[in-house]
């Protein structure tokens, strides 16, 4: 095959979600580039192939890059697979890509199965318009002011999340974008997928009544309902003030009403 860099996807649960191109792919590649060895290494046995596998993760991009890349150099065609879906998407492999560009190789991707993909379709939101947004940050704090920052988005997003958090993000989620309609699309292709859907608060009622939450979890948030006011922000902001708003309140208030980040708010009364 064509020396190059294969971008392949593979399953994100269900092993009949691979194409008939990247099975080809794998078998004929020189070297499978892969998160995890052995996850990858049951994936590829599942189909009767034998090829050598090299890991390639956060902990040792740097310096495998160099190494994959004078491989590519001197002839190889290398696959590059995530442990599941399409790889670079939340997952480690754009230093790669951007190196073997700069060097002159090919990328070839090799499209498949995608968990930000089917989420959306399914989730019944819009799909006109859409941004994927990967992970919110852990802490509280640093992931209220991550949705506020967003607020302002004319578009279905997505995000994926941690079981752990998913109480967590749908409460603050809910405290920001209040009545916006929210898909929880969880273990999706496998056994136990399922949909949840309503508002923030009433899709964190039905999982907080489970005794664990568990599984991958791509999150679906639709758009937002815009206040067009022709009153401008910062007189709408002094206007609540009169009222004995606070005025940080006032600024989250008419950002909420509005549809902008608080930030942006914050900037036109300052």
């Known amino acids: 095959m064509t020396a190059a860099l294969y971008l392949v996807a593979t399953p994100i649960g269900n092993l009949e979600d691979i194409t008939l191109r990247a099975l080809r792919v794998l078998r004929e590649a020189d070297l499978v580039a892969c998160e995890d060895t052995r996850q990858t290494g049951k994936l590829l046995a599942h189909f009767g192939v034998d090829k050598p596998m090299v890991s390639y993760h956060d902990h040792n991009e740097a310096a495998r890059t160099r190494e994959l890349v004078a491989k590519l150099e001197a002839g190889a065609s290398i696959a590059l697979v995530s442990d599941a879906g399409t790889p670079l998407v939340s997952d480690p492999g754009y230093r790669l890509v951007t190196a073997a560009i700069a060097a002159g190789i090919p990328v070839v991707p090799i499209p498949g199965a995608s968990a930000v993909l ?153």
């Open 118 to 270: 089917g989420a959306l379709a399914a989730a019944g939101l819009p799909t006109d318009a859409f941004r994927f947004c990967g992970f919110l940050p852990a802490k509280a704090g640093q992931r209220k002011k991550a949705l506020e920052e967003l607020r302002g988005e004319d578009c279905t997003m997505i995000f994926y999340e941690a079981p752990h958090r998913i109480l967590d993000t749908l409460a603050d989620i809910a405290a920001v974008y209040g009545q916006r309609p929210v898909v929880v699309a969880r273990e999706l292709t496998k056994l136990h997928e399922e949909f949840l859907r309503g508002t923030a608060e009433e899709v964190r009622a039905q999982l907080a009544a489970r005794t664990s939450v568990k599984g991958e979890i791509a999150l679906v948030i639709g758009k937002g309902s815009v206040v067009v006011a022709d009153t401008p922000v910062d007189q709408a902001v002094r206007e609540l003030e009169q009222k004995g708003v606070p005025r940080m309140d006032a600024i989250k208030q008419v950002a909420r009403e509005r549809g902008l980040s608080k930030r942006e708010v914050y900037r036109q009364v300052t």
